[in-house]
């Protein structure tokens, strides 16, 4: 038995020799030698627009007396709550794929209205603070 156990020992593994790591460079005399000889470098400086009153560009269907949501639905619109949906759902399925029987756990699909709800959620918990979690 203990001829055998020595058969399949095998030598202990030799740490890695590690390479030496390169210095931080201290100053931007040290960056620029570092980078070497900089050639053909153009420089376009940044031309703001002349100022003009500020004003709403909205669009001409936006609702004279708007509610916040309608707000809130011009960044985030139905159709980008569908894609999140459709591609949640499907990271889902993916995921029950690959992970071992006994770790799978059930799944529903995710509906686009839940994600109204939950984005709903988080926005008001950051904008409402209670002293507790478990009040919201």
Do not use: C
């Amino acid at each position: 038995m203990r001829s055998l156990m020595a058969k399949t020992r095998q030598p202990p593994k030799q740490p890695k020799k590690q390479q030496p790591k390169k210095q931080k460079a201290k100053s931007l005399k040290d960056i620029l030698r570092q980078l070497g000889p900089i050639a053909n470098v153009s420089y376009q400086p940044f031309k703001p627009e002349s100022k003009r009153p500020a004003q709403a560009l909205l669009p001409t269907s936006f609702p004279r007396n708007a509610h916040p949501f309608d707000y809130f639905s011009l960044f985030f619109t139905h159709d980008l709550f569908r894609t999140i949906t459709t591609n949640t759902n499907q990271y889902a399925g993916i995921q029950q794929i690959h992970v071992p029987q006994e770790r799978v756990r059930g799944w529903t699909n995710l509906l686009v209205e839940e994600l109204y709800v939950f984005i709903g959620s988080i926005i008001y918990m950051g904008v409402h603070e209670e002293p507790q979690a478990k009040i919201y």
